[in-house]
């Protein structure tokens, strides 16, 4: 979890500061069979810390477009420490936690597998980003 942090995101020629000020994370898990598939939704809040070479204007669309360019690269990040901890074989993530949490039944029967089944577990990530709007010319 983290609780807030600066994201830097390249867009229109200009280099971005976002700052995450706060985030909501929902989990869901569902089986096919006995494999399991996490879905995680980050609802992020965050606001346009600051911007080096900007020429334009702070424009609803611009904000939109930089909302959408912001949720990829945190998107790519979650993607990145995923595939690093499968990569390993190692739950840091507590993936199994959660499966034990929100299905009690399926993970009593996979447990004793968790260890070659968490490579090849299905991961969806989900971000959606809030840039505050203030100070904008539509």
Same mark, same amino acid.
């Given at each position: 979890?983290?609780?807030s942090?600066?994201?830097?995101?390249?867009f229109?020629?200009?280099?971005?500061?976002?700052?995450?000020?706060?985030?909501?994370?929902?989990?869901?898990?569902?089986?096919? $069979?006995?494999? %399991?598939?996490? &879905?995680?939704?980050l609802?992020?809040?965050?606001?346009?810390?600051?911007? &080096?070479?900007?020429?334009?204007?702070?424009?609803? +669309?611009?904000?939109?477009?930089?909302?959408?360019?912001?949720?990829?690269?945190?998107? /790519?990040?979650?993607?990145?420490?995923?595939n #690093?901890a499968? @990569?390993?074989?190692t &739950?840091?993530?507590?993936?199994?936690?959660?499966?034990?949490?929100? /299905? %009690?039944?399926?993970?009593? @029967?996979?447990? +004793?597998?968790?260890?070659?089944?968490?490579?090849?577990? #299905?991961? $969806?990530? $989900?971000?959606?980003?809030?840039?505050?709007?203030?100070?904008? /010319?539509?």
């Amino acid at each position: 979890d983290i609780k807030s942090g600066i994201v830097n995101v390249e867009f229109d020629d200009s280099k971005h500061g976002i700052e995450i000020m706060k985030y909501n994370k929902k989990i869901n898990v569902s089986f096919n $069979n006995e494999i %399991p598939t996490i &879905d995680i939704t980050l609802d992020v809040k965050a606001s346009l810390g600051e911007i &080096d070479d900007f020429k334009g204007h702070l424009t609803e +669309d611009y904000i939109t477009s930089l909302e959408n360019i912001t949720a990829g690269v945190i998107k /790519k990040e979650v993607e990145s420490v995923i595939n #690093k901890a499968q @990569n390993i074989n190692t &739950d840091f993530l507590g993936f199994s936690s959660i499966i034990y949490k929100k /299905k %009690p039944k399926k993970w009593k @029967n996979i447990k +004793d597998d968790w260890e070659s089944i968490f490579p090849g577990t #299905k991961v $969806n990530i $989900n971000v959606n980003v809030n840039i505050f709007k203030t100070g904008l /010319k539509s």
